[in-house]
């Protein structure tokens, strides 16, 4: 502590800093000087009348917070500043007449102005203008423009990838009045300074870029006018880990949920409100997921789609398990016929044992295991698949136990395949979506 006011009270110091401060930034000020120049300056310039015959206009913009985005509107609302520049050499006065005056700040309805507007903007279409807001006169003729503003502008939103999007909006700036012969927009810099941007809780900025483009509008008489525009991006990555756990998480396992309904047995009498259940819950799902997408169809979200499929294989597996049950619970006095008995032996044991069986169990384990499941109804015939007997022992309880194998290997697969090729998409497919936004 002493130490630290030892320094801030040398002489020696004060003294350096004094020498710094001799620099033109912070000449001396005199304020009859600097009305002096006001005076002058005004006097000779008109506030509608632009400074030259084509005037080139420096446009950038700071970012400090990013709002919103809001998918469902397709609203990008950000806080930021246009700094807006331009050379009008009526404003110019000398270094040698006034010397401690560098800069003189007036109001914009003073001087001339570009009347630029936000091409793009949800809120209000106005030019840009703020009456309180000084604008600064060099004495070169430099006029610098910093306009605070909450840019709400409309955004193409694409929820393909979503939760794993990427957005790109644009800040489309324009001149109203000017068109491209009397006044050129030009980017100060290469992208929009986000160096101060607050940390946003769902969306990082990871990227900037400035073009300029041409605004074209024909008018009744054919004459087609050309308007100089430019085109800020701002490209924003989502942080997923928050939809990773309370979306992607739970379609997933209640996805895999379904197929518990052919591992319940039918004594339960559980199976069909278990799958409705679980269809239930895929519904809510869906309605959360729909909550986040816009409701335009130009892009359909991953997510959204595999959900619907989801749905379908719920609804399947309903179907599915309905007619095991009928199976499962019919007369055992009706005959069996051989179409059931071909299925029986060809395709459902076989393919059950397929890919239920470790590779060294034998099919003779799945048929007793089948015969546990269902109770004692047909005995013993261990060789019934194999052999010529099967057709004497099976019994509609033994078709039911097995459909039921072979509907959750069936279905199992096929939602393995699906949720993860979703998965690969959603979490794949952003990289490809950037590459076209490029372009
Ligand atoms: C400001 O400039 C005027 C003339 O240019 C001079 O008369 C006056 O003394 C100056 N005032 C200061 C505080 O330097
Ligand atoms: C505007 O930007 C261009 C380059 O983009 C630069 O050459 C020019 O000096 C700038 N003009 C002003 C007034 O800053």
Redesign the pocket.
């Given at each position: 502590m002493p130490r630290y006011t030892c320094i801030y009270g040398s002489g020696v110091l004060q003294l350096l800093l004094c020498l710094l401060f001799t620099s033109d930034a912070f000449a001396e000020w005199n304020t009859s000087d600097a009305q002096e120049v006001r005076r002058t300056i005004l006097s000779s310039s008109h506030p509608y009348v632009r400074p030259s015959q084509r005037t080139?206009?420096?446009v950038s913009l700071s970012l400090l917070t990013i709002n919103e985005l809001d998918v469902k509107t397709q609203r990008f609302s950000t806080t930021g500043w246009l700094t807006i520049?331009?050379?009008d050499d009526r404003l110019r006065w000398s270094k040698a007449k006034y010397p401690d005056v560098a800069h003189v700040y007036c109001p914009s309805s003073e001087i001339w102005t570009p009347q630029l507007f936000i091409v793009n903007s949800q809120q209000e279409v106005s030019i840009l203008e703020d009456e309180h807001v000084l604008l600064s006169v060099r004495r070169d003729g430099?006029?610098e423009w910093k306009l605070p503003r909450i840019f709400s502008t409309f955004c193409v939103v694409d929820v393909t990838y979503y939760p794993f999007d990427t957005q790109k909006c644009v800040i489309e700036v324009s001149s109203w009045v000017y068109t491209i012969q009397e006044l050129v927009l030009?980017?100060?810099?290469s992208s929009a300074n986000y160096e101060d941007i607050r940390p946003h809780g769902e969306w990082s900025l990871i990227s900037s870029s400035v073009f300029t483009e041409e605004l074209h509008e024909s008018r009744e008489d054919g004459v087609v006018e050309t308007y100089s525009q430019l085109d800020i991006f701002v490209e924003m990555e989502r942080k997923s880990s928050y939809y990773v756990t309370s979306v992607l998480l739970p379609i997933v396992l209640t996805s895999f949920l379904s197929l518990f309904v052919f591992l319940l047995p039918v004594e339960s009498g559980e199976k069909v409100g278990f799958i409705l259940t679980v269809l239930l819950a895929l519904e809510v799902l869906l309605t959360l997921v729909s909550d986040q997408v816009p409701s335009t169809s130009i892009n359909t979200s991953i997510l959204s789609v595999h959900l619907a499929f989801m749905i379908c294989f719920g609804v399947v597996c309903c179907l599915l398990t309905v007619m095991v049950l009928i199976i499962y619970e019919r007369d055992p006095a009706i005959p069996i016929s051989t179409q059931w008995k071909w299925l029986y032996r060809k395709v459902l044991v076989p393919s059950s044992c397929w890919s239920l069986c470790s590779s060294r169990a034998n099919k003779r384990k799945i048929n007793v295991k089948s015969n546990r499941h269902v109770g004692t109804l047909s005995d013993g015939d261990t060789d019934s698949i194999e052999g010529k007997g099967v057709s004497n022992d099976i019994s509609w309880r033994d078709i039911g136990a097995v459909l039921d194998h072979f509907f959750l290997v069936s279905m199992g697969t096929l939602i393995t395949v699906f949720t993860t090729g979703s998965l690969i998409a959603l979490t794949t497919g952003t990289s490809d979506f950037q590459g076209h936004v490029h372009h």
């Open positions: 080139t206009v420096n520049k331009w050379v430099l006029v030009l980017p100060a810099k």
